[in-house]
């Protein structure tokens, strides 16, 4: 059964510093993996899509990278702004055509 | 080219109760699936929907039922609801065509609270 773990829970950093932040994942058969970004009660963003064959995404400041064989994604944003702040969540599709969410990293970007 | 879109936006309903939500998909998109997602936590697959049958389904009970129509629209039917099903449901679509793995585009989510 593929689990999908996103560490930290919670991230505080002050504006301008880059962001990293972590996506681990138990089978390494994976279609693809998905970055999200939610605000409050809202509905999901994709920020980048990487299929299995990919190594790296890249979109603006945005940059996350795959590495199937260890089970692992890290999405960097590059210089962080108040507007960042949201929760970050990250998704593996597998067989059975569904996403596997992690638990998400929630992000606050101080002024 | 419009989003998906889902209805209604927020709900209340008494435990016991049924309820019907609404997804249009994004247009051209065929694949429809469901989520729930409980405060705190990340989306849970509930199902999908590909030209009209399910084509997976999640850890859920058989109280939670979907449909899907001829133009790729879907409902998410919940049965004698529990507190427990209190939580944001999202309505995602793509296409799905053999041998292609495709970017999933979610709609804004129906909040639902069960009293």
């Known amino acids: 059964k593929q689990e999908v773990t996103q560490i930290p829970a919670a991230l505080s950093v002050p504006e301008g510093e880059n962001l990293v932040l972590n996506c681990s994942f138990t089978?390494?058969?994976?279609?693809?993996l998905q970055w999200f970004r939610q605000d409050p009660g809202k509905g999901l963003t994709s920020l980048l899509l990487?299929?299995?064959?990919?190594r790296e995404q890249t979109s603006g400041r945005l940059n996350a990278s795959l590495d199937k064989s260890s089970g692992r994604s890290t999405l960097y944003i590059a210089a962080s702004q108040p507007g960042d702040s949201a929760t970050y969540l990250c998704a593996v599709k597998a067989a059975g055509n569904k996403l596997t969410f992690g638990g998400g990293t929630r992000v606050l970007v101080k002024p | 080219e419009t989003g998906v879109t889902q209805s209604p936006t927020h709900l209340i309903k008494t435990r016991g109760q049924q309820v019907t939500l609404r997804c249009s998909s994004q247009s051209g998109h065929n694949t429809v699936s469901w989520y729930q997602q409980a405060l705190g936590q990340g989306p849970q697959f509930i199902f999908q929907?590909?030209?009209?049958?399910?084509?997976g389904r999640g850890n859920f009970p058989p109280r939670f039922s979907g449909l899907q129509f001829p133009n790729y629209s879907s409902e998410l039917n919940v049965n004698a609801l529990e507190l427990d099903d209190s939580a944001l449901y999202l309505c995602?679509?793509?296409?799905?065509?053999?041998?292609?793995?495709?970017?999933?585009?979610f709609g804004p989510g129906t909040r639902l609270t069960v009293t």
């Open positions: 995602a679509s793509s296409p799905l065509r053999e041998g292609f793995s495709y970017e999933q585009y």
């Open positions: 929907y590909y030209r009209e049958e399910e084509n």
């Open positions: 990487i299929q299995s064959s990919q």
């Open positions: 089978d390494s058969a994976i279609y693809n």
